[in-house]
C-alpha cells in the first residue's frame, strides 16, 4: 500500500506542472495570443545534472588511465598540507607516473576557504597553463578546485563576476572548463557531484559560492578506503552535512513554486526546488544513513558502514545538486564566517573554525520545526525514514517530531550543545542575521518564508540544543 501510495504522489506532483507543449496546453488558439498574457511567473520545469561517478575499493588507482585517455599533457593536483602527505594523494600520484602523465601539486588549501584561499589556487592554475586537474580531499579541497579551473579557463574574468548574486554578479558560465576529476575522502559535502563551490568571504564574514553546472567534475572517483582515515569528528559533521543535505532538498518548495520563470533554459539555476528525481536520491541518502551514521563514526575500520556514507554522500549530493538546500545552509554561512576561537577536535589546523557539517546542523531542529507547517507530510516521512515511529503523530507535530529526532542524533554524536557551545552569544544574533539575508539562493526555496524577526528567533532557539 506503501509503495501505491508514493507512485500516487509522483504522478501527482509531475501532473501539476503545466505542460507547454501545445497538444497539452489550453490550445492553440491561446498559444496564438500568448504574447499578449504576462509571462509565466514561476517554473514549469526541471533539469538533471550529475557528474558521472565511479565507486570502487581501491579504484583510485585507475585515476592516471582516465587521464591518458584524455590525452592531458599537464595536470594540477589540488588537496591540503594533511592530506598530501597520505595515502590517498600518494596513489594519484604514482597511478599518474605510472602512466606517464606530468602533473603538479598545489597543496595549500584552506580548510573552510576563503575568497583570499580561492584566489591563491586561481593564479597557480593560471601561471601553470594546466589542461586538467584532479582534486584529493574534502569539499574544501574540491570547491577550490573547482574555480581554479573557472578562472584558469577565462583568465580575464573579475573573481566576483561568477560568485552568487547579490554579493557578486552571478553570471552564466559560457567558457569551456578543462576536465576535473574529484577524489573526495571524507563522506558529506557531495561535492564531486554537483556545480557549487563554497567559500567564506572576508569581507562580510559569511560564506557564499559560485553555482553553475559548468562547474561539475567530469568524474567522481568514489573510494572508500579513503574515508577509513577519516577522525571520529570528521566523520560526524560530514555525517551531518549528508543529513541535512537530504532533509533540505527533500522539503524544499516544489520546482513549479520557484521563481523566476527563465526566458532561456541557460538561465534555469543549479539549485531548482525539490523534484520527483531528487526526492528519489535524497530519501534514499536517509534510509542509508539511519542505518549506518552511528557505526561509521564510532566504529572507524568498519569498511562496510564507511563505503555506505561515502554512497550515502554522493546520493544526497545528487538530490541537493539539482534541488537545493534551505535555510540550514543559508544560516550556516554567517556562523562559520563569524567564528571566534572554535577549533574543532580531529581538525589539524592552525586557525579557528566551525566545521561546515557542525554550522550547518547547529540550527537544523529549530528549522524544521519552523518549515514543517507547510509540508508536514515530508518532515513526518523524513522522521519515520530516521527511526521514529510517527503511526499517531498529529500533522501539527511533525516540526517537533522531526527536531526531536534530530536532536537525538546529534547528542548521540555528541555534537556540541548549540551555538553558545560554539562561542556565541545573544548579542552575535543581529550579525548572524545579516549574513543570513544575501543568501537568497538558498533561503528562498526555503518552504517557508522568513522575516528578519523569523531569522533572529531561529538564532536564538539555537543557542542551545538539548
Known amino acids: 500500500m506503501g509503495g501505491r501510495n508514493r507512485a500516487y504522489q509522483l504522478l501527482k506532483t509531475i501532473s501539476s506542472a503545466t505542460c507547454q507543449c501545445p497538444a497539452h496546453s489550453s490550445g492553440w488558439s491561446e498559444m496564438k495570443h500568448s504574447s499578449t498574457k504576462a509571462a509565466k511567473s514561476t517554473d514549469y520545469a526541471f533539469e538533471?545534472?550529475?557528474?558521472?561517478?565511479?565507486?570502487?575499493?581501491?579504484?583510485?588507482?585507475?585515476?592516471?588511465?582516465?587521464?591518458?585517455?584524455?590525452?592531458?599533457?599537464?595536470?594540477?593536483?589540488?588537496?591540503?598540507?594533511?592530506?598530501?602527505?597520505?595515502?590517498?594523494?600518494?596513489?594519484?600520484?604514482?597511478?599518474?607516473?605510472?602512466?606517464?602523465?606530468?602533473?603538479?601539486?598545489?597543496?595549500?588549501v584552506r580548510v573552510e576557504p576563503t575568497d583570499t584561499s580561492f584566489k591563491e589556487a586561481i593564479d597557480f592554475a593560471k601561471n601553470g597553463r594546466f589542461d586538467a586537474y584532479i582534486a584529493v580531499g574534502g569539499g574544501s579541497?574540491?570547491?577550490?578546485?573547482?574555480?581554479?579551473?573557472?578562472?584558469?579557463?577565462?583568465?580575464?574574468?573579475?573573481?566576483?563576476?561568477?560568485?552568487?548574486?547579490?554579493?557578486?554578479?552571478?553570471?552564466?558560465?559560457?567558457v569551456k572548463l578543462s576536465p576535473l576529476i574529484a577524489v573526495p575522502t571524507t563522506a558529506g559535502t557531495g561535492s564531486e557531484t554537483t556545480g557549487v563551490a563554497i567559500f567564506d568571504y572576508?569581507?562580510?564574514?559569511?560564506?557564499?559560492?559560485?553555482?553553475?553546472?559548468?562547474?561539475?567534475?567530469?568524474?567522481?572517483?568514489?573510494?572508500?578506503?579513503?574515508?577509513?582515515?577519516?577522525?571520529?569528528?570528521?566523520?560526524?559533521y560530514s555525517g551531518f552535512d549528508v543529513l541535512c543535505h537530504a532533509l533540505e532538498s527533500y522539503t524544499a518548495i516544489p520546482y513549479y513554486d520557484r521563481s523566476p520563470c527563465p526566458e532561456n533554459p541557460a538561465a534555469r539555476p543549479a539549485y531548482q526546488g525539490s523534484n520527483p528525481i531528487s526526492d528519489v536520491w535524497s530519501i534514499h541518502a536517509l534510509g542509508v544513513l539511519a542505518k549506518y551514521f552511528k557505526r561509521s563514526v564510532y566504529n572507524p575500520d568498519d569498511l562496510e558502514a564507511r563505503s555506505k556514507m561515502h554512497l550515502a554522500s554522493t546520493f544526497a549530493g545528487v538530490g541537493f545538486g539539482n534541488a537545493g538546500v534551505h535555510l540550514c545552509?543559508?544560516?550556516?554561512?554567517?556562523?562559520?564566517?563569524?567564528?571566534?576561537?572554535?577549533?574543532?577536535?580531529?581538525?589539524?589546523?592552525?586557525?579557528?573554525?566551525?566545521?561546515?557539517?557542525?554550522?550547518?546542523?547547529?540550527?537544523?531542529?529549530?528549522?524544521?520545526?519552523?518549515?514543517s507547517g507547510m509540508n508536514p507530510e515530508r518532515h513526518l516521512e523524513a522522521a519515520e525514514i530516521l527511526g521514529k515511529d510517527v503511526t499517531n503523530v498529529k500533522r501539527?507535530?511533525?516540526?517537533?517530531?522531526?527536531?526531536?529526532?534530530?536532536?537525538?542524533?546529534?547528542?548521540?554524536?555528541?555534537?556540541?550543545?548549540?551555538?553558545?557551545a560554539l562561542g556565541y552569544t545573544a548579542d552575535d544574533i543581529p550579525d548572524l542575521v545579516k549574513g543570513t539575508l544575501?543568501?537568497?539562493?538558498?533561503?528562498?526555496?526555503?518552504?517557508?518564508?522568513?522575516?528578519e524577526e523569523d531569522l533572529a528567533l531561529l538564532f536564538e532557539n539555537s543557542m542551545k540544543v538539548y
Open 48 to 108: 538533471m545534472a550529475c557528474s558521472t561517478v565511479r565507486y570502487g575499493p581501491g579504484v583510485t588507482k585507475e585515476i592516471g588511465m582516465d587521464l591518458q585517455s584524455m590525452g592531458a599533457k599537464n595536470v594540477m593536483v589540488v588537496t591540503d598540507k594533511t592530506l598530501s602527505q597520505l595515502p590517498p594523494v600518494k596513489l594519484v600520484a604514482e597511478s599518474l607516473s605510472g602512466h606517464n602523465v606530468n602533473f603538479t601539486v598545489f597543496d595549500n
Open 141 to 174: 579541497v574540491i570547491d577550490t578546485c573547482k574555480a581554479a579551473n573557472l578562472y584558469a579557463s577565462d583568465p580575464e574574468a573579475d573573481f566576483l563576476d561568477y560568485v552568487n548574486a547579490p554579493i557578486g554578479k552571478g553570471k552564466p558560465v559560457f
Open 202 to 236: 572576508e569581507p562580510l564574514k559569511a560564506k557564499t559560492g559560485i553555482a553553475n553546472r559548468a562547474l561539475r567534475p567530469t568524474l567522481g572517483i568514489i573510494d572508500p578506503l579513503h574515508t577509513l582515515l577519516m577522525p571520529e569528528k570528521v566523520a560526524a
Open 329 to 371: 545552509h543559508g544560516m550556516s554561512y554567517p556562523i562559520a564566517g563569524n567564528v571566534k576561537n572554535f577549533h574543532p577536535v580531529d581538525y589539524e589546523v592552525k586557525h579557528a573554525i566551525i566545521p561546515h557539517g557542525l554550522s550547518v546542523v547547529m540550527t537544523a531542529p529549530a528549522v524544521f520545526q519552523f518549515t
Open 396 to 420: 501539527e507535530d511533525a516540526g517537533l517530531v522531526l527536531a526531536d529526532v534530530l536532536r537525538e542524533y546529534m547528542h548521540t554524536m555528541k555534537v556540541d550543545n548549540g551555538l553558545g
Open 438 to 451: 544575501p543568501q537568497h539562493r538558498v533561503t528562498k526555496l526555503a518552504p517557508r518564508e522568513q522575516s
